[in-house]
Structures are given as C-alpha cells and as structure tokens.
C-alpha cells in the first residue's frame, strides 16, 4: 500500500515536469502513473461531453472540488472516489494494464 512519505506529495508534485500535468513524466512513481491515466481520461470525457465540474458531481455524487483536484492531479482519489465517478459517466476511468489489476 502507497503511504507515509509517498502519499504526502500530491502526484503532481511527483512528476518531474508537473507543469505538463496530465502528460508530465512519472517515471518511477507507478501509484501516481495510475493516478495521471485517470486524471487525464477523466479531462478528455469532462471536455468531450461538454460538462462541467458541477454537472459531473451531481451525476457522481462525488463532491466537485474532489473533482477539480483530481483532474489537476493535487489528491490521491480512493477506490470509493473513481468507482462513484465512473457509475456517474457510464464508463471506465481505471487504466487497464496488461497482467495487473486491472487486466483482463
């Protein structure tokens, strides 16, 4: 499990370039590799149906400064967080990598 030291930076402070967040590099830092994947997809969904950070949160029931700190990569979203937003979008935000977790 990520914690102490590792979870007390947000995972854009992680990155070696944050300015680039979503896209910076996190090489070494798998957790907040993760967390960027997400962040970025839910960026394009959010611009690509045209919603705002207050629709997805009454669509989500996940509150919307959560969202805006995901989306800009300044928290750590637990698994009760992204499960809620993908039941509001109707899709998945968890990258999937073959052979882990997520893998099929």
Do not use: K, Y
Not at 53 to 76: E, H, K, P, Y
């Amino acid at each position: 499990m990520v914690g102490g030291r590792a979870r007390s930076r947000s995972p854009r402070d992680l990155a070696e370039d944050p300015q680039n967040w979503p896209h910076a590099d996190l090489s070494g830092h798998v957790a907040a590799a993760v967390v960027q994947a997400i962040a970025a997809t839910l960026a394009e969904v959010i611009a690509g149906q045209g919603l705002s950070f207050r629709r997805l949160a009454v669509l989500s029931g996940v509150n919307r400064q959560t969202i805006n700190d995901l989306v800009a990569g300044r928290c750590w979203p637990d698994v009760a967080t992204i499960a809620q937003l993908e039941a509001g979008l109707g899709m998945r935000l968890w990258p999937v990598s073959p052979g882990g977790c997520g893998g099929s």
